[in-house]
């Protein structure tokens, strides 16, 4: 899935002059996390999240009365404290890639960029919401883990398997093992009520399934890993 199809499009933005009292009203007002700074073109040119502005405001409350820091936070502008070198893609990225670069640069929200036209922002949230969905965690579902040598045709056995046992599987992703290197673990989700026969199915095929917490996952490795 790509990002212009979970953005929010209904953007929220304030100029780079709006005093960080109004900044604040408006995000508690809006409910949101985070304010795109626009200028008189509408180009975006930073952005601010609420963890910022309670920085700046709660910082001085000690020392301060509480008329002495409302009309400090009414002279602060918001282009004295918001993130000017703004992190953003553009709408077909993936949301792995998104996820990515969200943790890897340490940020919970990404504005959307058409070439130089704001169009859209996406959240941490609405990242980990769609992987959730990917990963098909539910209630009526179960999870499987089956360990494979990363070799060609590895995954096809797997599911061979699930087929002919008439199981369909929900979701699959993988998962490199770092510490076995050349070892990957296939983690699926069937449906609760093909659970038992999934995990016969499979290890009559071979293969050793974990279905909890395992401290150590020597036992289920394939052989020689």
Sequence with gaps: MYIGRIMHTDLITVAPETSLSDARDLIEEKKIDHLLVVDRHKKLVGIVS???????????ATSLSVHELNYLLQKVEIRMVMTKAVVTVSPDTTIERAAYIMQTEDISSLPVMEGDNLVGIVTSTDVMEVLLEAI????????????VRDSMGALAGVTELLRKADINIQSLFCWPEKDHPGVTQLVMRVAAADGEKAIRALSEGGFKVKTRYEKDIAPFLPPGA
């Design 50 to 60: 609420d963890r910022d502005l309670k920085q700046y405001w709660a910082s001085p």
């Design 136 to 147: 098909g965690i539910s209630d009526d579902s179960v999870r499987l883990g089956v360990f």
